[in-house]
């Protein structure tokens, strides 16, 4: 099982489905991101669905689908997430130019 590893006050420990098979689709789909909106996918998941758990269907974040299954929805980039929650976000260029943005306190996927 991969878990993200959360803030001291958050309610939920976030899991990613597992198939019989090991694989993770959810996992597998957000590896196929640029890098950029797989950092905005993973802000969101510990700053928003973390702390909301199902409650996120309440939200612009997140809408219930019927049978118990629920969609968690992110059009914001990490930045903008992150500014939003109050957090102080911090710029690196790299030596090509491109922007990097990162809450001050740390903010991590767990990886297998």
């Keep these: ?3 993200i590893s959360v803030a001291e006050d958050t ?24 890098p950029t909106k ?9 700053e ?9 269907c309440s939200t612009e974040y997140g809408k219930a689908l019927g049978a118990g299954l629920s969609e968690f929805r992110v059009r914001l ?3 903008q997430i992150l500014a939003r929650r109050g957090k102080a976000v911090v ?3 790299s030596a090509g130019g491109r922007r990097s ?11 297998n």
Excluded at 48 to 56: K, M, P, R, W, Y
């Design 1 to 3: 099982m991969i878990a």
């Design 11 to 34: 309610l939920f420990e976030l899991v990613f489905y597992e198939e019989e098979d090991g694989s993770e689709p959810v996992r597998d789909w957000a590896q196929g991101l640029t």
């Design 38 to 46: 797989r950092r905005a996918i993973g802000v969101a998941m510990q």
């Design 48 to 56: 928003i669905l973390a702390h909301e758990g199902n409650d996120v």
């Design 77 to 79: 980039d990490a930045e």
């Design 91 to 93: 710029r690196k260029m």
């Design 101 to 111: 943005c990162f809450a001050s306190s740390s903010i991590r996927m767990a990886t």
